[in-house]
């Protein structure tokens, strides 16, 4: 299974943004909608053994979607379909367990910490994609049978405390090359090198 964890730090936790301004009244959600296309659209169909966390801390008790992809249903290629289906996983009453809106979406309140410690219960692999980390390519180091989570921040990174909770949990810090590049381009980039084994034998 791969797991992407994207953190909106200022996107909403209500449901009332509007679909036709996404960027400008949601807290730039549009970013996590382009990131859940990216991990799992294909050009027919899904990809089944994708699973999206997005972390949404615009609102006084954080939140967080989990998407499925095994289960998952009604995600069209357009950001606007992806909007609507977190709109209506925001306006189901978030408890710290999870409640299923639509096939395949569930939402709970909690942030980060909360989902580093429940990664953590699973043994789960955790990677925290960032320009100066060692090279992507030299993550068949060590066994990849494991579950990886793949941790990405929004347009604004990643916060001095977010980065020390991944350190306290052990995440390797990973880079796809120099340049900065958009959360859903780095998802693509990470499939892609999944999908096709691109890794080196001999890394120093």
């Not at 916060?159 to 810090?173: C, D, I, M, N, R």
Request: with cysteine; aromatic share 6%.
């Amino acid at each position: 299974m791969r797991i992407f964890v994207v953190v909106g730090h200022k996107a909403t936790t209500q449901p009332s943004f509007s679909l036709e301004d996404i960027p400008g009244t949601s807290g730039r959600l549009d970013i996590l909608c382009r990131s859940v296309t990216a991990a799992f659209v294909l050009s027919h169909g899904i990809r089944k053994d994708v699973l999206v966390y997005l972390v949404l801390l615009g609102g006084e008790i954080p939140k967080t979607i989990r998407l499925v992809g095994e289960t998952l249903r009604h995600l069209n290629p357009d950001e606007r379909t992806t909007a609507a289906l977190l709109k209506k996983a925001l306006a189901v009453e978030a408890t710290p367990e999870w409640a299923m809106s639509t096939s395949g979406i569930f939402v709970r309140t909690g942030d980060l910490e909360k989902l580093l410690e429940d990664l953590k219960q699973r043994s789960v692999r955790l990677v925290y994609l960032r320009e100066d980390g060692r090279d992507f390519r030299c993550l068949k180091d060590e066994p990849l049978e494991r579950e990886m989570a793949f941790v990405l921040g929004d347009h604004t990174g990643m916060t001095a405390e977010e980065e020390l909770l991944l350190a306290s949990a052990g995440a390797e810090v990973v880079a796809l090359g120099p340049t900065s590049l958009h959360a859903d381009h780095c998802i693509v980039v990470t499939n892609w090198l999944l999908d096709t084994n691109a890794f080196m034998s001999d890394c120093g």
